[in-house]
């Protein structure tokens, strides 16, 4: 008998099988299809386990009377049916489970798990070796040092960046009264959150302070800009619905509320509403937990950076100055590391610090990011990685431009540009240093964001674009921004150290004057000493006389510097 393949079950029965066995199992599987059948391999539902039981319930169902339930396990009575020699054991055409077309529809949780093991395994020995070869390059002052004493400047900064909220409060207030018009409520938050950037600006510019400090204010300066932008736009928008027909619409209701400015500045988004999900309760020892993982993390994000990237840079030559194969050797041993970092800053920041404020505050929507790693397109990352300050994008630039008649490339354009102007201020001010690199370098995500979309589209595949994500993500993005900063980081260097050379000039202390008698006595008994070689042939007093000349001068030294 030929083999039989049902389209229904995809059953296949050798010709070994008797006719009865046969009528039986076809009465079997008719039965499934008709009711009860076992279900067949679907995703990552079926485990192992529930394979064999399957297979069990099968073979004693090939044996079995057709009219009972297929899905019933054998009973004693039918085991010496269930393991004989002569049931089949291959039921139906099934594929590999790491064949392409099966290989994302099984669970790969063991293979996650080796992974995490052989990560561990292989960078705790790079770890060793490192503190081998190198030793403890953390310095002691590294999370403060009495330098960061200096920067109570940029601390009375960020106190006092509270008092343009307020302001902007107080303005909407007078508005609601009708003391002031919209026309000029327009210009004076205008004015309100230009003054909120600049202040900071000008602050970490005029004091020497840390790189880190500089930063940390810069990032402070641009969320409360963006916060007041979606103050003054969600205001505004909302007194035109008020005045329109829609006014009747409760969520579009128009209303000056303290509160709910005092819970938008301190809660994690930039975009402004009136009411925001919460949630009933806050877990206490759930916030304790993410607090330990956020110190961990940070910590180990330190160490990353002092005992491998700084090393790194700080022994790499300029790339200008080198050749080819240096610089890509230089970008490709900055990669692992300055990637680790990266993601430490960002489960840090994006997941542990911001849901800890969430749940602190009762604040329901979390979804802070998406799966940006399984992005196929740079595109997708940009809209997936960092969803706050997508949302302020899409809610109060894209949107508005395209409402204005501006087309959809356009409008992408300057949401580019805006992000490429913030990260500027935030890279370039701390630094000192206006090169305009992370302005450049966010404009260039334009050009990748075309490339990407069209590789995705001519290969349509969803690792192969995934792929090209990471690879620009890891080779050509974070390293080259590494070398960028650092790089920044020596040149003011350079600026400081001419400062205090110039400084030091104007006052030098008792020991550089007594270094620089010791240098002209030393200029003076080098010359002596050609003297004295020249005149050697005629008489061997000269290099006697230098010689006493010498112990002369080294007498002296000690006892002026003693």
């Not at 190198?134 to 009495?146: K, N």
């Not at 990237?309 to 300029?318: C, E, F």
């Amino acid at each position: 008998m030929s083999p039989e393949i049902s389209s229904g079950t995809a059953t296949e029965i050798g010709t070994s099988q008797s006719g009865s066995d046969i009528s039986h199992l076809s009465l079997r599987r008719r039965a499934g299809d008709a009711g009860t059948r076992v279900p067949e391999r679907n995703g990552c539902e079926d485990d192992g386990e529930a394979v064999d039981d399957r297979d069990r319930m099968e073979s004693a169902n090939f044996t079995s009377n057709p009219g009972e339930n297929v899905n019933e396990n054998p009973t004693n009575s039918d085991t010496r049916f269930t393991y004989r020699a002569s049931v089949p054991a291959h039921w139906r055409i099934r594929e590999s489970p790491l064949s392409s077309d099966n290989i994302f529809k099984q669970s790969h949780a063991g293979l996650f798990n080796l992974c995490v093991v052989v990560l561990v395994a292989v960078n705790s020995r790079l770890i060793i070796e490192n503190l081998m070869k190198y030793g403890w390059l953390i310095r002691s002052d590294f999370w403060f040092s009495s330098r960061s004493l200096r920067d109570w400047p940029l601390f009375m900064c960020c106190l006092t960046l509270p008092i343009f909220p307020l302001v902007a409060f107080v303005v909407e207030k007078l508005l609601q009264q009708n003391h002031i018009s919209e026309r000029a409520v327009i210009w004076i938050h205008v004015l309100i959150s230009t003054i909120a950037v600049l202040y900071p600006v000008i602050v970490i510019l005029r004091c020497d302070s840390a790189f880190l400090s500089g930063i940390a204010l810069m990032l402070f300066a641009c969320i409360v800009w963006l916060k007041l932008v979606s103050y003054a736009h969600t205001n505004s928008d909302m007194r035109s619905v008020a005045k329109s027909a829609e006014k009747g619409s409760a969520g579009c209701m128009y209303d000056v509320n303290f509160k709910s400015l005092v819970y938008f500045m301190v809660a994690p988004t930039l975009c402004y509403q009136i009411s925001y999900p919460r949630t009933q309760t806050i877990r206490k020892s759930w916030v304790v937990r993410q607090f330990i993982k956020l110190i961990i993390f940070t910590g180990l994000m330190g160490f990353i950076i002092e005992q491998y990237i700084n090393p790194i840079v700080q022994n790499s030559r300029h790339p200008l100055e080198a050749n080819f194969l240096y610089a890509i050797e230089r970008i490709l041993k900055l990669s692992v590391p300055n990637l680790y970092v990266w993601l430490c800053m960002f489960y840090s920041f994006f997941h542990l610090w911001l849901n800890i404020l969430a749940e602190l505050l009762r604040f329901g929507d979390r979804e802070f990011y998406k799966d940006w790693w399984n992005a196929k397109t740079v595109e997708e990352y940009w809209r997936m990685w960092n969803m706050p300050v997508h949302k302020w994008m899409v809610r109060h630039v894209y949107l508005p431009c395209l409402r204005n008649g501006i087309p959809k490339g356009v409008a992408i354009l300057i949401a580019f540009f805006v992000s490429a102007v913030f990260h500027e201020l935030c890279v370039a001010v701390p630094c000192h240093l206006f090169k305009f690199w992370a302005f450049i370098g966010i404009m260039f995500q334009v050009p990748l964001v075309l490339i990407t979309s069209y590789l995705q589209n001519k290969f349509r595949s969803s690792m192969v674009g995934n792929m090209i994500f990471w690879f620009i993500f890891c080779i050509l993005g974070q390293p080259t921004k590494a070398k960028q900063n650092r790089v920044g980081d020596a040149k003011r260097m350079t600026k400081d150290q001419g400062q205090r050379r110039r400084r030091n000039r104007r006052k030098r202390p008792e020991s550089e004057k007594n270094k620089g008698w010791l240098m002209e006595e030393g200029k003076k008994l080098v010359r002596g000493n050609f003297s004295c070689k020249r005149h050697a042939a005629d008489d061997g007093f000269g290099s006697q006389q230098h010689l006493v000349k010498l112990c002369a001068l080294t007498m002296s030294c000690i006892s002026r510097f003693h």
